[in-house]
């Protein structure tokens, strides 16, 4: 029956009668806040009947979610991903019903590249190549260790995986940077905040903190004062994200470089979903452009930045 509803969008042209499921993994942090009110912004824009559904960072949520967008027979099923195990089951009674799925934000290790039509989202490896090759550019010279804490994203989800490999690959050259504790801080504030606490009650000297989102450095920001340290001189700090308050942070000097995530999705998933609707073939992969800021660069980026 979801075929034949298809078929009659594509013969059409309408979009007013197009609806879109879309599982968000969450509400945990600045960035997801800002690609939530992309997505949302952009259906209603679109003028699809959008159903959304949070699944507080829990994989089993979403596999509910797109159980019942399966059930309510809409045209095109979108999410992102919780963590990047576990979905062939799922994606594969979306196929049956033919129901095609779009992965935004974040990729699904599944084998079988038939169970999704794209996936739309950042380079997460490359991010943390950046984030790398930034610290090892600015320990070139270095001749004693550099001590690095890690606050890593979601255990299982691709940015956190990808963004502690590719940091890894970047700094590998360089001898002096070692990662001496490495945690999950779940992509939040509050986490940031605790897993720093415990990082610098258990290690005398930490150089750099690396950590995989804003909002973890943003909690971590908050550690580090209380313990009496300037963040962004006395522990230099990384992140990614570039949400408004991580990059207020960096323009005030205690972020010293940001790698860019950009959650504003919305656009390029709707057009996604009328190209699947209307049987165009869609790239397997749409990479988002992304930047980087140092301290200057946020304070003069800030003024234009839209979330
Ligand atoms: O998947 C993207 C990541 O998820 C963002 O970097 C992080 O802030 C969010 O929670």
């Not at 909690?219 to 700090?237: F, M, N, R, S, T």
């Not at 930047?291 to 660069?297: A, N, Q, R, Y």
Request: contains cysteine; charged residues 25%; negative net charge.
């Amino acid at each position: 029956a979801a075929c034949g509803k298809s078929e009659d969008k594509k013969t059409s042209g309408s979009t007013s009668d197009i609806s879109l499921g879309f599982a968000q993994v969450g509400a945990e942090s600045g960035w997801r806040t800002a690609n939530t009110n992309s997505i949302k912004d952009s259906a209603s824009e679109a003028g699809f009947d959008l159903k959304f559904s949070d699944a507080q960072q829990k994989q089993e949520n979403q596999i509910k979610a797109i159980r019942t967008f399966i059930q309510q027979k809409v045209d095109v099923i979108a999410f992102s991903p919780v963590v990047e195990s576990g979905w062939d089951t799922v994606l594969k009674e979306a196929k049956d019903a033919g129901i095609p799925v779009i992965l935004t934000d974040r990729a699904v290790d599944s084998k079988d590249e038939s169970l999704y039509v794209t996936f739309i989202g950042s380079d997460f490896v490359e991010e943390g190549k950046k984030a790398g090759q930034w610290l090892s550019d600015q320990y070139k010279d270095a001749s004693a260790d550099v001590n690095i804490v890690e606050l890593q994203g979601t255990t299982g989800s691709a940015p956190a995986i990808d963004r502690k490999a590719g940091f890894e690959e970047a700094i590998k050259g360089n001898s002096h940077l070692k990662i001496i504790a490495s945690q999950t801080g779940d992509f939040t504030r509050a986490k940031g905040k605790e897993v720093m606490q415990a990082f610098l009650k258990a290690n005398p000297k930490i150089d750099v903190l690396y950590a995989h989102n804003d909002d973890m450095a943003l909690g971590a920001i908050q550690a580090i004062e209380a313990a009496g340290l300037k963040p962004g001189v006395d522990i230099k700090i990384i992140s990614v994200d570039a949400v408004h308050d991580g990059m207020q942070a960096a323009s005030e000097g205690k972020i010293n470089y940001i790698v860019e995530c950009n959650p504003l999705l919305g656009p390029q998933l709707m057009d996604a979903v009328r190209d699947v609707l209307a049987g165009k073939t869609i790239e397997k992969r749409i990479v988002t452009k992304e930047g980087t800021f140092t301290s200057e660069e946020a304070k003069a980026a800030l003024p234009d930045r839209k979330y």
